[in-house]
């Protein structure tokens, strides 16, 4: 490594920025999601389209983005990640201007086939900057500025977005054809300045990082496998086959808990609160996440991972019960306290599912992203569910996904005997921290 290379704390500050991102630009789904449903005068299912074609596109595009970042590397991959996620944030300016809704959909597939590409490239490559014992604390660290994004983002570019006084399906039925159609322009249009800073920001920060000399890493790409294994083989390894199942169940509920939030504390029984309030008290949730990852970076260098993992999915399933019974503010802090023990979940997960891979864990990185699509397909569950049974019983779909992820942390997440029998033959060599 030469004297211009960072070192690897340095290379790990900058990508972390990338966790702060992404974490932010996801979270604002949950604030376009009521926002759009009431411009475009939706159901739950359909309005939950908005996280189907976002999370949608991990699922389209891992594989894709696995390929990119086997060929350019992990810099470059994160920087072609950003250019293609500004592409998506800037689309929003002709959705808004339109209004359309399948091109709001298609911004966000844009924005989030970049947001892919980033996670394929930037979740590994924290993992392998260091000793690998120390790789869930490190991920959880990184995630925590991934946490902070999601608290902050709602708060300072939510309100932007919800500026107007967003109407009721009775108000709008009051209104002529000519008075409705000026509504929803008005209300469409106050998403394109915030776009239009982030997509700014995003080129912004890729300038930065294609400045920067990361060390490159390529022992755990598919440059160092000569052996070129297929995806089918990288799946028979059943911590990480589990692994991706336990990726997609638990985006899918931590999304669906977030997406239907607002939703949840504006129901008189639950908070009462208005959008503006619930916009808010959205923080609490992914504050919780960014609060807890902290906690879980220090508590991971003490404790087993994969207990760990089981504990905090066995207190969110009791956090949900309590949502689902309860009512007024014991039912609103129950859901809210479910991001404190979401937190250490996608990290742990992700680092288990990659554990001793070595050359694989670029192709292991592109199924566990992918599982993404969690996203795109529970809440669009719940909301189906939603919509027949209420809002409150319809958490019982998040539920079962935290039953399977207590599983994966107990029992199928322990490594196969041939890699316990062998660490040294497949973990990448790893250079000390320094």
Request: a positive charge; charged letters at 10%.
């Given at each position: 490594?030469?004297?211009?290379?960072?070192?690897?704390?340095?290379?790990?500050?900058?990508?972390?920025?990338?966790?702060?991102?992404?974490?932010?630009?996801?979270?604002?789904?949950?604030?376009?999601?009521?926002?759009?449903?009431?411009?475009?005068?939706?159901?739950?299912?359909?309005?939950?389209?908005?996280?189907?074609?976002?999370?949608?596109?991990?699922?389209?595009?891992?594989?894709?983005?696995?390929?990119?970042?086997?060929?350019?590397?992990?810099?470059?991959?994160?920087?072609?990640?950003?250019?293609?996620?500004?592409?998506?944030?800037?689309?929003?300016?002709?959705?808004?201007?339109?209004?359309?809704?399948?091109?709001?959909?298609?911004?966000?597939?844009?924005?989030?086939?970049?947001?892919?590409?980033?996670?394929?490239?930037?979740?590994?490559?924290?993992?392998?900057?260091?000793?690998?014992?120390?790789?869930?604390?490190?991920?959880?660290?990184?995630?925590?500025?991934?946490?902070?994004?999601?608290?902050?983002?709602?708060?300072?570019?939510?309100?932007?977005?919800?500026?107007?006084?967003?109407?009721?399906?009775?108000?709008?039925?009051?209104?002529?054809?000519?008075?409705?159609?000026?509504?929803?322009?008005?209300?469409?249009?106050?998403?394109?300045?915030?776009?239009?800073?982030?997509?700014?920001?995003?080129?912004?920060?890729?300038?930065?990082?294609?400045?920067?000399?990361?060390?490159?890493?390529?022992?755990?790409?598919?440059r160092a496998d000569d052996a070129r294994h297929s995806y089918g083989e990288v799946l028979g390894h059943r911590h990480l086959r589990w692994g991706v199942?336990?990726?997609?169940?638990?985006?899918?509920?931590?999304?669906?808990?977030?997406?239907?939030?607002?939703?949840?504390?504006?129901?008189?029984?639950?908070?009462?609160?208005?959008?503006?309030?619930?916009?808010?008290?959205?923080?609490?949730?992914?504050?919780?996440?960014?609060?807890?990852?902290?906690?879980?970076?220090?508590?991971?260098?003490?404790?087993?991972?994969?207990?760990?993992?089981?504990?905090?999915?066995?207190?969110?399933?009791?956090?949900?019960?309590?949502?689902?019974?309860?009512?007024?503010?014991?039912?609103?802090?129950?859901?809210?306290?479910?991001?404190?023990?979401?937190?250490?979940?996608?990290?742990?997960?992700?680092?288990?599912?990659?554990?001793?891979?070595?050359?694989?864990?670029?192709?292991?990185?592109?199924?566990?992203?992918?599982?993404?699509?969690?996203?795109?397909?529970?809440?669009?569950?719940?909301?189906?569910?939603?919509?027949?049974?209420?809002?409150?019983?319809?958490?019982?779909?998040?539920?079962?996904?935290?039953?399977?992820?207590?599983?994966?942390?107990?029992?199928?997440?322990?490594?196969?005997?041939?890699?316990?029998?062998?660490?040294?033959?497949?973990?990448?060599?790893?250079?000390?921290?320094?």
């Amino acid at each position: 490594m030469n004297d211009r290379t960072l070192s690897y704390r340095a290379a790990t500050a900058v990508v972390s920025l990338i966790f702060f991102t992404w974490g932010g630009l996801t979270s604002l789904n949950d604030v376009l999601i009521p926002h759009l449903k009431s411009v475009f005068d939706m159901n739950y299912a359909r309005s939950m389209l908005i996280q189907s074609s976002f999370f949608g596109a991990y699922f389209l595009m891992s594989l894709p983005a696995g390929r990119v970042l086997a060929t350019l590397g992990y810099q470059r991959a994160i920087v072609v990640g950003l250019l293609v996620a500004a592409a998506g944030a800037a689309m929003f300016f002709p959705a808004a201007r339109l209004p359309s809704y399948p091109l709001f959909l298609g911004a966000l597939f844009v924005l989030a086939s970049g947001i892919t590409l980033l996670q394929v490239a930037a979740n590994p490559y924290i993992s392998l900057l260091g000793d690998p014992a120390g790789a869930p604390s490190r991920l959880n660290l990184a995630q925590a500025l991934n946490s902070l994004g999601t608290t902050l983002f709602p708060y300072l570019i939510g309100p932007l977005i919800l500026s107007g006084a967003v109407l009721g399906a009775t108000e709008l039925a009051a209104l002529s054809p000519g008075q409705l159609a000026a509504y929803r322009a008005d209300e469409a249009a106050s998403v394109q300045l915030p776009y239009m800073i982030i997509a700014g920001g995003l080129l912004a920060m890729a300038a930065f990082v294609a400045l920067m000399r990361i060390p490159p890493l390529t022992e755990a790409t598919e440059r160092a496998d000569d052996a070129r294994h297929s995806y089918g083989e990288v799946l028979g390894h059943r911590h990480l086959r589990w692994g991706v199942l336990a990726i997609f169940v638990y985006v899918g509920a931590e999304v669906s808990i977030g997406s239907f939030m607002i939703n949840y504390l504006s129901e008189p029984g639950i908070g009462g609160l208005d959008g503006d309030a619930a916009t808010r008290h959205l923080a609490y949730y992914w504050g919780g996440a960014m609060v807890g990852r902290f906690i879980g970076a220090a508590l991971l260098r003490r404790y087993d991972a994969r207990r760990l993992l089981a504990l905090a999915a066995v207190i969110a399933i009791a956090l949900l019960l309590a949502t689902m019974s309860l009512h007024g503010k014991p039912a609103m802090w129950a859901v809210l306290a479910i991001g404190l023990f979401n937190s250490v979940m996608f990290p742990t997960i992700f680092t288990i599912a990659i554990e001793r891979l070595g050359p694989m864990t670029s192709k292991a990185s592109s199924l566990l992203v992918m599982a993404i699509v969690g996203g795109a397909i529970v809440p669009w569950l719940q909301g189906a569910l939603a919509d027949r049974i209420g809002l409150q019983s319809s958490y019982a779909i998040p539920l079962l996904c935290y039953a399977f992820v207590v599983w994966y942390g107990w029992r199928g997440s322990r490594l196969a005997p041939s890699l316990l029998g062998d660490a040294s033959a497949s973990a990448p060599p790893v250079r000390a921290m320094h």
